[in-house]
C-alpha cells in the first residue's frame, strides 16, 4: 500500500488531498506545525485507520527525516504564503520556503524516497511581459520575497532530481479557491462585508487581473499528472506544470460576484493605486496548453470557484474566530 508524506497537512490545500488520497485508499502521514494550519480540517482523516498525524516543523531536520520513514511520496505544500507583509519579516521566506524545502529533499534522501510534488506559484513570473504565461516564459524581475523563495525551492528540486534521480514535479499555481480557504480576497471581502454592509474597502483600484482554480480541480490536476509518471519521462526527471483556469476575471468582477451573492451593493474604497501592495501583480493570467494537453481540464469555473468559498465561509464563521 502507498504511503503518502504531506507537509502543511493542516492547511487549506493540504487537509484536502489527504482526504482525497485516503478515499482513494491511500496511507498519509501528514505534518504540520499548526502555525496557520487548523486541526478542525483533520477531524475526517484523524477517524480514517489510515492517517497518521505528527506535529513538526520543516526546520527540524532530525523530526523530518524520522516523520517521513517508510513513506514512498511526499507533498511539499507547507510554505509561509504572507506575501503581502514578506517585507516585514524578509528570512521567514527564505526560512520556511526555501531552507524547508531544503530540509524536506534532504529527509527524503535519507528515506530513499524518490517522488516529490511541490506547490510553487505562478508569481514566480512577476511581471510576466507574456500573458498568458507559459511554463517557459523568461523569467522577469522577482516582484516579493515569496516567489523568489518558492523559486529558489523549485531550483533545489531541480537539483535533486538530476543528482539523485529523484522524480519531481512542480505545480506553479494561480490563487487557489474553495472549502478551507483562510486567506485571500474572498476570505477579507467577506470579513469585511459582514461588518459592514454598506461598505468595502479594497486593496488597489480594483482593476487588477487575477485568475483563480477550485480546490478540488487543483488536486484533479496534481494527481492526474503524478499518476501518469510523467516526470519520468522527461529529460532531466522535472516537470513543471502551470495550474489554472482559462480564464481571468478584475478584482470588481469578483466584488461583484461576491456582492450579488450577499445582495449587497456597499460603497467601494480603493485604496494603493494599480497595486494593493509591493509585489502585487496587477496581472497574473496562466498559459495552461500543457496540462491540458495531458487530459486534464478544470470542471469550476472561477465565479463558481468564488461562490463555492463564499457558502463555505457563511457555513464556517470559527475561521475568523481563529485568524483574530
Known amino acids: 500500500m502507498q504511503t503518502i508524506f504531506i507537509t502543511g497537512v493542516a492547511g487549506f490545500i493540504g487537509s484536502s488531498l489527504a482526504d482525497r488520497l ?15 494550519g487548523h486541526e478542525r ?15 513538526g516543523d520543516n ?24 506575501v503581502r507583509f514578506g517585507l516585514h519579516h524578509p528570512s521567514k521566506d527564505l526560512q520556511q520556503n526555501t531552507v524547508a524545502t531544503f530540509n524536506v529533499l534532504e529527509a527524503m534522501r535519507a528515506n530513499g524516497i524518490k ?12 511581471e510576466a511581459p507574456v500573458i498568458p504565461t507559459p511554463e517557459d516564459a523568461p523569467f522577469p524581475i522577482q516582484t516579493s520575497l515569496y516567489a523568489a523563495s518558492k523559486l529558489a525551492g523549485e531550483g533545489l528540486i531541480h537539483a535533486y532530481c538530476e543528482g539523485y534521480k529523484f522524480e519531481g514535479y512542480v505545480f506553479r499555481f494561480v490563487s487557489i479557491l474553495g472549502e478551507r480557504y483562510t486567506h485571500g480576497h474572498v476570505f477579507d471581502f467577506y470579513k469585511q462585508l459582514a461588518e ?17 482554480l477550485y480546490v478540488q480541480d487543483c488536486l484533479d490536476a496534481m494527481l492526474h499528472v503524478m499518476n501518469a509518471g510523467l516526470a519520468l519521462q522527461a529529460r532531466h526527471r522535472v516537470e513543471v506544470f502551470n495550474l489554472g483556469t482559462p480564464e481571468y476575471v478584475q478584482v470588481n468582477d ?7 451573492a450577499l445582495g449587497l451593493k456597499p460603497r467601494l474604497e480603493y485604496t494603493g493605486g494599480a497595486r494593493g501592495w509591493v509585489g502585487d501583480n496587477p496581472f497574473i493570467f496562466l498559459e495552461t496548453k500543457k496540462v491540458n494537453a495531458t487530459g486534464w481540464k478544470p470542471k469550476l469555473t472561477i ?22
Open 22 to 36: 485516503l478515499a482513494d485508499g491511500k496511507h498519509v502521514v501528514g505534518w504540520d506545525n499548526l502555525s496557520t
Open 41 to 55: 480540517f483533520l477531524e475526517g482523516a484523524r477517524k480514517h485507520p489510515h492517517f497518521k498525524f505528527i506535529q
Open 59 to 82: 526546520l527540524d531536520l532530525d523530526a523530518l527525516t524520522a516523520a517521513m520513514k517508510g513513506c514512498d511520496t511526499a507533498f511539499h505544500l507547507a510554505a509561509n504564503a504572507d
Open 115 to 126: 517522488t516529490i510534488a511541490f506547490s510553487s506559484t505562478g508569481s514566480v513570473y512577476g
Open 196 to 212: 459592514h454592509p454598506d461598505h468595502l474597502k479594497v486593496l488597489g483600484d480594483g482593476s487588477q487581473r487575477k485568475s483563480y
Open 254 to 260: 469578483s466584488i461583484g460576484f461576491i456582492c450579488g
Open 303 to 324: 465565479e463558481q470557484g468564488i461562490i463555492r468559498t463564499l457558502h463555505w465561509l457563511q457555513a464556517n464563521p470559527w475561521v475568523y474566530a481563529d485568524r483574530d
